[in-house]
């Protein structure tokens, strides 16, 4: 079955070390997004790539890198320099960019940093 | 302002009821409209693309308003298992693709 893989699903850092979040997905889909939700503040775009190779920032993308070298795949790191970084971590994608092209999700990494 | 503007509720409701939803939107550019559901601690999940004429799945109904900038999402005859929250979401033609989320509205129903 087609879908997004997250992992792993809980993810235990302490504070100053960097942790990749590894996101991947068959479904052929050309955009993939990373989000972050905190209880209470829906979810907010990191970074999004629309094509391999290339990524843009979202709306709160400080202290985070990504990359996108194939089309499957959207790693994201968080780094120590994050200074929040404790939240649930969701990836997304979805078809040819399109007005009408809704997100899919994977299951999430919950991150907890201490 | 926010891109998208949710009632938070919580909204507590007895089954059979009917309750709904409302989710305004900021950018008068925005082309699609989608409501998600999400169950506690798990990820969100497309409920329903709202269209310009409304729609309907079942006990769902999604209707959007070009004129006020709002969506509605109406749930009849409820059922336990619709207790989660319902994000609203909209894109920006500025930016294929890209969802704008609301904070969701929680959504219990109670025996």
């Known amino acids: 079955d087609g879908g997004i893989t997250q992992s792993p699903k809980y993810l235990f850092r302490k504070e100053g070390q960097n942790v990749t979040l590894s996101c991947e997905q068959n479904?052929?889909?050309?955009?993939m997004y990373w989000y972050r939700q905190d209880p209470g503040q829906g979810l907010r775009l990191i970074y999004y790539s629309q094509i391999v190779n290339d990524f843009q920032k979202g709306d709160i993308a400080e202290g985070y890198s990504v990359s996108r070298e194939k089309k499957e795949s959207f790693p994201l790191t968080v780094t120590s320099a994050q200074k929040n970084p404790t939240a649930f971590y969701l990836c997304?994608?979805?078809?040819?960019?399109?007005?009408?092209?809704?997100?899919?999700f994977g299951n999430g990494t919950r991150l907890t940093v201490t | 302002r926010k891109e998208v503007e949710q009632d938070p509720g919580p909204f507590n409701v007895p089954e059979g009821a009917t309750v709904a939803f409302n989710c305004t939107y900021s950018n008068s550019a925005s082309q699609s409209f989608f409501w998600y559901r999400q169950d506690c601690r798990k990820e969100p999940k497309l409920l329903m693309s709202v269209y310009s004429s409304g729609n309907e799945d079942g006990r769902f109904t999604a209707q959007l308003n070009r004129a006020s900038q709002y969506i509605s999402l109406l749930i009849r005859d409820s059922k336990l298992s619709d207790s989660a929250t319902y994000l609203c979401?909209?894109?920006?033609?500025?930016?294929?693709?890209?969802?704008?989320f609301g904070r969701g509205t929680q959504l219990t129903v109670w025996p």
């Open positions: 997304a994608s979805n078809g040819k960019s399109s007005y009408n092209s809704p997100l899919h």
């Open positions: 479904l052929n889909h050309d955009a």
């Open positions: 979401a909209v894109t920006r033609g500025s930016t294929l693709g890209r969802l704008y």
